[in-house]
């Protein structure tokens, strides 16, 4: 009777809700779609499990919403930085940037990305294809822009897009790895203002005309 009651009370609850998905978030990153269980999820969320039900009707759905909620931040932040005035460098090395300090605060976000990415269901690809479509066109177009200009060294647009994505991607989906072989821990804050310098001066020594290393 206990239970019910405070369901009852915490039903609407914006807390509540949040309380649900940040516990969800580490759990499915933990043990993916198949291996999470509610019971587990609303235990550490201090939640009755008809909560879950209540506000996200599957565990499906409370999978998808926890997705949807990291990439609509990464679309509007990407779309508003490759959409500015500012020039293709700006633009790039400034999206490259975001995307890293994006993941860097995000410590579940590379695994569920990676299990989100493996995913086929049409969920899925909807979700892609709403918030990763416009990001990679955009991002294509202003590679393209300074290739015309000549701010940037000729390329294959699509290639140097996805190779730029790749520099930010790989360093934390592997961190894991990388502690096991020796690397001192990826998360570290030093550990991350150096690889995010190394990452923008590389861009930088191989795209840009007459750049060096200057990454500004």
């Known amino acids: 009777m206990h239970k019910k009651l405070s369901a009852k009370r915490s039903s609407g609850s914006p807390e509540t809700r949040a309380a649900i998905l940040h516990a969800a978030e580490h759990i499915f990153a933990e043990h993916g779609l198949a291996g999470a269980r509610t ?3 609303a235990a550490a969320a201090g939640v009755n499990k008809a ?3 209540y506000y996200f009707k599957s565990k499906d759905a409370l999978y998808l919403a926890i997705i949807e909620e ?7 932040q990407a779309l508003t930085l490759l959409s500015s005035d500012a020039c293709v460098k700006e ?3 400034g999206y490259v940037c975001m995307h890293f300090d994006f993941i860097a605060g995000r410590r579940d976000y590379p695994r569920l990305f990676q299990r989100f990415m493996m995913a086929s269901e049409r969920p899925f690809k909807r979700i892609a294809e709403k918030y990763f479509a416009p990001v990679a066109l955009k991002f294509q177009a202003v590679i393209e822009e300074g ?3 000549g ?4 390329s294959d647009s699509t290639h140097t897009a996805i190779s730029l994505v790749a520099l930010t991607v790989f360093y934390f989906s592997a961190a894991p790895v990388l502690k096991v072989v020796g690397f001192k821990d990826p998360y570290n804050k030093a550990q991350l203002a150096r690889r995010k310098k190394e990452v923008l001066e ?6 840009f005309q007459n750049s060096g290393a200057d990454n500004a």
């Open 39 to 41: 019971d587990a999820i």
């Open 51 to 53: 909560l879950i039900y």
């Open 70 to 76: 990291h990439l609509k931040d990464f679309s509007q």
């Open 91 to 93: 633009k790039l090395l």
């Open 147 to 149: 290739i015309r200009s």
């Open 151 to 154: 701010e940037l060294c000729a």
């Open 202 to 207: 590389f861009i930088s020594r191989a795209l």
